[in-house]
């Protein structure tokens, strides 16, 4: 009997320049957050490692906008699409953020509950020094009973990390996604 060769193909979705550029930031974004996890647990909330992949997705996005206004502009997209609309400008960049955020909330939930389940005490206990360092600066515009009140609010949150809440972050975040893929369609359409 002959062998059967299994035609292995690429899904079309993944032959998209977005979803390609997504899928890289998105990568980038798990790499940065692991290595800052195996350095030092506490890295992992660190507000330099969370700007260093907002300004991946940023550079990420903003080429992929770039390139798509090129290809329009050179004519190599204008028969498919006749007209650069706002929601042609729009798609590209939203499309990377949508992949590399749900790239990186399939890291962080697996982080939370595969990977290393006390990582819930870590970020407790980070909060916790972040509120304290907060809380001097609060005495300079908030009286005792707010920041005692903001203190108990703050010891009964919940750390833990479930499908339904790392769902509806993921979710959440999308809006700022398809504010930053507006404002680079808002560039990018004005030039074409």
């Given at each position: 009997?002959?062998?059967?060769?299994?035609?292995?193909?690429?899904?079309?979705?993944?032959?998209?320049?977005?979803?390609?550029?997504?899928?890289?930031?998105?990568?980038?974004?798990?790499?940065?957050y692991?290595?800052?996890?195996?350095?030092?647990?506490?890295?992992?909330?660190?507000?330099?490692?969370?700007?260093?992949?907002?300004?991946?997705?940023?550079?990420?996005?903003?080429?992929?906008?770039?390139?798509?206004t090129?290809?329009?502009?050179?004519?190599?997209?204008?028969?498919?699409?006749?007209?650069?609309?706002?929601?042609?400008?729009?798609?590209?960049?939203?499309?990377?953020?949508?992949?590399?955020?749900?790239?990186?909330?399939?890291?962080?939930?697996?982080?939370?509950?595969?990977?290393?389940?006390?990582?819930?005490?870590?970020?407790?206990?980070?909060?916790?020094?972040?509120?304290?360092?907060?809380?001097?600066?609060?005495?300079?515009?908030?009286?005792?009973?707010?920041?005692d009140?903001?203190?108990?609010?703050?010891?009964?949150?919940?750390f833990?990390?479930?499908?339904?809440?790392?769902?509806?972050?993921?979710?959440?975040?999308?809006?700022?996604?398809?504010?930053?893929?507006?404002?680079?369609?808002?560039i990018?359409?004005?030039?074409?």
């Amino acid at each position: 009997m002959k062998d059967q060769e299994k035609d292995i193909s690429i899904p079309p979705f993944l032959n998209r320049d977005d979803v390609k550029a997504g899928l890289i930031a998105g990568g980038i974004t798990v790499v940065v957050y692991l290595l800052a996890y195996f350095i030092n647990p506490l890295l992992y909330f660190g507000s330099g490692i969370y700007m260093l992949t907002f300004l991946v997705y940023l550079i990420v996005m903003w080429q992929i906008s770039k390139m798509k206004t090129n290809e329009y502009l050179t004519g190599l997209d204008r028969e498919a699409v006749p007209a650069y609309s706002f929601s042609d400008a729009i798609q590209p960049p939203f499309v990377v953020f949508l992949v590399a955020q749900t790239l990186y909330y399939f890291q962080y939930y697996l982080m939370f509950t595969v990977i290393d389940p006390s990582m819930t005490e870590v970020a407790e206990q980070y909060a916790f020094e972040a509120l304290e360092r907060t809380t001097g600066i609060l005495v300079n515009f908030a009286d005792e009973s707010t920041i005692d009140e903001i203190v108990m609010n703050f010891e009964d949150h919940d750390f833990s990390v479930t499908f339904l809440n790392t769902l509806m972050s993921w979710a959440r975040s999308l809006i700022g996604g398809f504010i930053l893929a507006a404002i680079f369609a808002l560039i990018y359409k004005r030039t074409s």
